[in-house]
């Protein structure tokens, strides 16, 4: 599985959220959008919890 965490490029923020100033991070699981943060460290922290969760559906089907 590929998650990624990447920082919105201005060109996909509204005019006012660049006004404002807020940065928005992206977590993609497989090329899919699956969560926005206002914080990278908890966007990082979901990506953890998203890769933890595949370790442990990859343990199970090895094990059966």
């Known amino acids: 599985m590929t998650v ?7 060109a996909h923020m509204s005019h006012e959220g660049i006004a404002a100033g807020i940065r928005i991070w992206d977590v993609h699981q497989q090329d899919l959008l699956v969560g926005m943060f206002h914080s990278e460290t908890d966007a990082n922290s979901y990506k953890a919890e998203l890769e933890c969760q595949e370790r ?3 343990l199970e089907m090895a094990e059966s």
């Open 56 to 58: 442990q559906r990859s």
């Open 4 to 10: 990624k965490v990447t920082e919105r490029d201005d």
